[in-house]
């Protein structure tokens, strides 16, 4: 019987077989003809007919043949052809420029190339002005920018700064143009960051700075200056930070400092904002520190340093200086021209406001004299600095055996501030007495005063409400539930109290004995190693009244011997566990930039790797294996297929399941069948009796 022959399959079904290998070549063909020539475009060498990386004496021979060929008009050149040339003949003259070119691929002068083109693009070449380049470009003062060479690299790292370098040509034009940016960079860094220059021959130094494609080739993305960020801690080419951005002084300082030094943004704010969006969502117990501008650049790094260091007790904003709102400062804060800074302090203190430019000591000197509020706040953060925790020491040093803290306790509210403003009223009495001995004629206040002045003694306030159980500790009478916790009653009493801290220095001097803890020695582990006594004032709010008060108070606690009582006092609740700038707006901007800058850079390493040479190859060879791979099996010849109904025989063998012959390791016996066996031939199934009555 003749085999039937198979039938013809379309076009449709073979195009469809062969489409994995038919893409791979289209894209293969695509790279090499479109992507591949973007990426590697001609040449100024290929311009000139001469070998890439050729002298400057063999430029010279090749243009010199071109120029004798357009002088006796054996050749016409096209006007483009002719300034492609002419500006590869002077790019590659120039010794700096040629160098820049052949080791990093810099060519920073191509838009004047293109502007010539433009301008003669209907007039003969022989019209053109020469020469196309001009090099007057000049030594931009590097001796005074601690200029890097290799040799000196390995000593940056015995600073623990971080370091901003800039790489630069000595032939750049836009590198010295950047020259007086620099400068300014460097000012506004100095104390923070090391910077430095390095020079694009210092070549080995240079191309650990730089970048590398796919191919091995190195390069600065944008050109020339380009500047580099070496963290803390970094001594690899891995962990370098580059700037990607506008060459500007203000987005360099921004991109450091919060980049590199991790430091908080200080945001501008308009005379709508400031109000609702900076002073009532900062903390009632940080000053207020408000920054007035005349030209709008982001804070100084040193500032931003401050807002870091200085976050516990102070809260910075910036305000854009408009002459048509002077009126509207100047009311609120007094302030009469910009640049200009405020300090805000307790409610109904004047505002601190000093005018004009200032450096940076200056600066953080008025901040640390102004850190704290003129009646400061009792917090966890702060009550050892005031001298007013049981597990501290006085604000006078650890000599102190005996002192005394006295506590404005009470919810946030107006009788609290009225009450705040009387206490400062009573500090500022003491601390003027203390030259006249006296306060308002009252003899009494020279106790107080001795002690204010000799840091005895510490005026602070209390939030009653947020530090509910450190407040109904000192004032756990009937009471307290006007001063101490939630408002639970319609009236708000502020309470004044004064604890006197004593501490027993024999104790603290002896040499403790290790001995086997036992089960209540835990307890007295937990006592606060400082005796406290609290007294409450009852009297009126009259400031001289509560100096007396006062005075009699701590010249009582000197003069007697009272008990040293020791017990556990509550810790007090932390406030400000974390930065404000590190939660709010700043922490989601951050992010925000993060994702930018890491969206940019994959795209950028997609960019690198498109310019590889070897994807079309690969491409191609990927193509010719899958049509190989898909031919094959379609020219494989068909087997006959077997029944696809097995006999009922079968069936029921399939179904049987198999019986166990392990492998018997036994030598010269047969041993008999065990019951794990396969069935003898001669065995035969037991015919069971219907009941066992019947045997």
Partial sequence: MARTPSPTPSAATVIKAYAAPLLLLSLAILYQLVVLPRSFPPSHYDVLRVKRYSSIEDVKEAYENLSSKWDTGVEVPDTNDFIKIQYAYELLTNPLWKRDYDLFGIDEQLHIMHGVREQYAVERFSNIELPLLHADVSDPGIEAFNVITSKDFQSMFQNSNPWLLQVYSSGSQQCAQFFHSWKRIAALLNGLANNGMVELGEIQLAAYLAEKKPTGRLFFRNGLPSLVALPSG??????????????????????????????????????????????????????????????????TPIMRQAAKDYWNYISFASVLWREEEFSIWWNTFGVESAPAIVFLKDPGVKPVVYHGLFNNSWFLNVLEQNKQQELPQLRSLSSKELGCDARGYARAGH????????????????????????MRRVQDLLSKSYESHAANGDLYSETAAIALRKRRLTFVWLDGETQKNYCFFYLNTETGYETCGPRRVPTDVPKLFIVRYQRNTTQDNMKVEKKPKRIWDFQLEDIDPVSQLSVTYNGSAETSEIIKWISNIIEDGDSRNLPFYRVKSPEL?????????????????????????????IISQINDYLGDPRIGPALFLGA????????????????????????????????????????????????????????????????????????
């Fill in 234 to 299: 970094c001594k690899t080419s891995d962990c370098l930070v580059r700037f990607e951005g506008e060459l500007s002084v203000d987005a360099v300082i921004d991109w450091f400092a919060t980049t590199v030094l991790n430091l908080p943004r200080i945001f501008y704010y308009s005379k709508e904002s400031l109000g609702p969006r900076f002073l009532a969502r900062s903390g009632s117990h940080k000053v207020k520190v408000i920054s007035f501008s005349k030209t709008g650049e982001r804070a």
């Fill in 399 to 422: 000599d102190i055996t005996i002192w005394y803290c006295a506590v404005l306790a009470g919810r946030k509210s107006l009788e609290l501030d009225n009450m705040r403003e009387t």
């Fill in 573 to 601: 609740v932390p406030e400000d566990a974390e930065p404000i700038w590190s939660r709010g707006q700043q922490g989601i901007l951050s992010r925000t930039i993060g994702m930018k800058q890491k969206t940019l850079g």
């Fill in 624 to 695: 010719l294996m899958s049509f190989g791979g898909i031919w094959l099996m379609r020219n494989q010849p068909k087997r006959p297929l077997r029944s696809s109904q097995p006999s009922q025989a079968n069936k029921e063998d399939q179904s049987r399941p198999r019986a166990r012959n392990p492998a018997r390791n036994v030598s010269g016996r047969n041993l008999p069948p065990s019951i794990t066996d396969l069935e003898p031939e001669d065995a035969y199934q037991m015919p069971l009796s219907d009941s066992d009555s019947d045997s």
